[in-house]
Structures are given as structure tokens and as C-alpha cells.
């Protein structure tokens, strides 16, 4: 067999590989870190939510309902940080779910900013 003029090439897609995993290490924690951010931004605004909803209820609903179901459902990494408001506005009550957002992994560091969810029901008549 004959080898082609100026050496071998064996090897080489090995070395590119070698190369370019940093960059792919860097993109794959940079993707995972933005699905972070966006399902806490999901978490706070569901949280708010339920808080709204149960704070309209006739039976045992008000602020204490409100605080007490927003952060009922939320995973210990983001309850352990949570910070929740809840307050009767103009015939309606009105629900903020602050929540920090975690670095790479829930539980181990926090981002120093927070992602605020809010959401409102209105109040329940006696019928």
C-alpha cells in the first residue's frame, strides 16, 4: 500500500476532538445553567399562583393560606431561599414569589439576584 505525500493523518481527529471538548464542556454548563434559570422562573410564577388562588378561598383562605400554598409545592433548594408577599388590592389578592436562582446544581450556591413571579385571583363572594 501507498501513503499519500507529507505523512499520515492518523491521529488527527483525536486531537481536534481534544481540542474542541473544552468548548463543548463550556456550551453543554452554559445550556444547563439557562434550563436552571428558566425553570425557576416557572417555579416562582406557579408559586404565586397557588398563593393567589388559595388566599381567595372562602373557607380558611387570607394571607396566611396565600404563604403557606406558595411554598407548599416548590423543591427544598428553592424553599430553603423563598420569599413570599401576599396582600388584598382593590378587590383581588395579590401574590409575589421571589426565588434565588441556583448555580449549576439546586442546593449548593445561589446567583445573587432573584426571579420575582406574581399573579392575582380575585376575591371569592359568599353566595
Known amino acids: 500500500m501507498r501513503r499519500p505525500p507529507g505523512g499520515t ?4 481527529v483525536s486531537v481536534e476532538f481534544l481540542g474542541l471538548l473544552p468548548l463543548i464542556g463550556v456550551v453543554l454548563i ?3 445553567q439557562f434550563v436552571l434559570i428558566g425553570y ?3 417555579l416562582a410564577a406557579n408559586s404565586a ?4 388562588r388559595a388566599a381567595t378561598a372562602i373557607e380558611a383562605g387570607g394571607a396566611g393560606a396565600c ?3 406558595a411554598v407548599r409545592d416548590l423543591p427544598a433548594s428553592w424553599r430553603s431561599a423563598a420569599t ?4 388584598p388590592e382593590a378587590g383581588l389578592w395579590q401574590a409575589t ?3 434565588k436562582v441556583p448555580v449549576l446544581f439546586p442546593g449548593a450556591a445561589d446567583f445573587p439576584w432573584t426571579v420575582t413571579g406574581s399573579a392575582g385571583a380575585v376575591k371569592e363572594a359568599r353566595g
Do not use: E, I, K, N
Open 9 to 12: 493523518d492518523r491521529g488527527q
Open 30 to 32: 452554559l445550556l444547563w
Open 40 to 42: 425557576t422562573y416557572s
Open 49 to 52: 399562583d397557588r398563593g393567589a
Open 67 to 69: 404563604r403557606t400554598a
Open 84 to 87: 413570599t408577599s401576599c396582600r
Open 97 to 99: 414569589v421571589r426565588l
